[in-house]
């Protein structure tokens, strides 16, 4: 993977350690989009003329990348408005677990509508408390990070399916932002119900671009039956009156879909199963010289298997220090966080270890 650092300008200069925050930027990715704008500039109107053909050929993209029929898949600008949209046709009376401290686009956004909500606290035993909550408050809905964006807890894959299979009256709705695009991953054969995600982070699409993937028959049971009756009603054509059409009204962006779509055959170029063993392997060296250090929470140093995101101990002068190295990392909770992807390598790592070394 050492040709591919080329690719990304900002590693000639920087340890890039923030893709948890956002995704980089490519050449060759730059160079679609030039050629895009550039069809535009010269086309006009004429080039949106087979815009609903494409943006099928984004869904099948996306479909094969996840292991989900493109049928079920859906197009959003970005995984909020998505989620927005999903609780904006729920009952009000419907009773949604959450984590503790998850993600405000999901618990500012199912609060902030007036479900009844219970929590589930975020710590090393993420899963027995999940087991614990639903037990206790019998959800209708679990709504929740598969990677928590502070930390880099990540939820057990196979305990949500013996989850799904335990109560299978239970919606499980996943945001995948801080994990798609790290390891192989079949949305058909998960516990999941519904996966939202944005691409600009572990994906490389860009901003403005995201999807949503629904198990089948999820996305029909979930929609209001005044929304169907509107639609069946209303004399436009398919891509209007479908049901996929609540998500996706207005116009969708050809340039930041396509960018995603883009990314997707890159990273499959690659290969998933070289990017996941990557990232794993600079994840366990990571988690070892930082636990090594006292810099991670006793929780996390407890968990088995963990992302490639981690918040050590550390506050804003810290953070400036790293800067001033051009180790690039975010302030996040009551620590710095830095995240590793597959363009990441060991010596990187180095870096930022000694780095840490000398500020303590």
Not at 53 to 76: A, D, M
Not at 110 to 129: H, I, M, P, R, S
Not at 318 to 339: F, M, P
């Amino acid at each position: 993977m050492k040709n591919l650092r080329k690719e990304f300008p900002v590693l000639s200069q920087n340890t890039y350690l923030n893709t948890a925050s956002s995704g980089l930027l490519y050449d060759s990715l730059l160079e679609f989009k030039q050629e895009h704008d550039l069809d535009f500039l010269i086309g006009g109107s004429m080039f949106r003329d087979d815009q609903e053909k494409f943006l099928n050929t984004v869904r099948k993209s996306i479909g094969k990348f996840f292991g989900c029929n493109s049928q079920n898949t859906v197009l959003t600008p970005n995984f909020s408005l998505g989620f927005n949209t999903i609780l904006n046709g729920l009952e009000k009376n419907k009773k949604i677990l959450l984590l503790n401290e998850d993600y405000p686009s999901i618990n500012f956004a199912v609060t902030n509508k007036g479900f009844n909500v219970c929590y589930a606290e975020v710590n090393g035993t993420l899963e027995q408390n999940i087991e614990e909550a639903i037990t206790k408050h019998t959800p209708d809905i679990f709504a929740f990070s598969l990677v928590q964006y502070i930390n880099g807890i990540a939820i057990d894959l196979d305990f949500l399916q013996k989850i799904k299979l335990k109560h299978p009256n239970l919606l499980l709705i996943a945001d995948g932002t801080q994990f798609c695009g790290t390891r192989v991953f079949d949305f058909d054969s998960s516990g999941v119900d519904i996966l939202g995600c944005s691409g600009y982070k572990w994906l490389l699409g860009g901003y403005g671009n995201g999807f949503i993937l629904f198990k089948e028959g999820i996305l029909d049971q979930i929609t209001p039956n005044t929304y169907k009756k509107s639609a069946s009603e209303t004399n436009y054509d398919a891509s209007y009156t479908s049901i996929r059409a609540r998500y996706e009204c207005g116009h969708l962006d050809t340039l930041n879909f396509g960018s995603l779509q883009y990314s997707l055959r890159f990273l499959s170029n690659i290969g998933l199963v070289k990017i996941e063993e990557k990232i794993t392997t600079l994840t366990e060296y990571i988690k070892t010289e930082l636990t090594n250090l006292d810099l991670l929470e006793k929780d996390v140093v407890s968990r088995k298997n963990h992302s490639s995101i981690f918040c050590i101990k550390g506050d804003q002068k810290l953070h400036k220090v790293l800067q001033e190295k051009n180790i690039i990392t975010s302030l996040r909770g009551n620590g710095v966080r830095i995240s590793a992807h597959f363009y990441n390598t060991k010596d990187e790592v180095t870096k930022l270890l000694d780095t840490l070394h000398r500020y303590r």
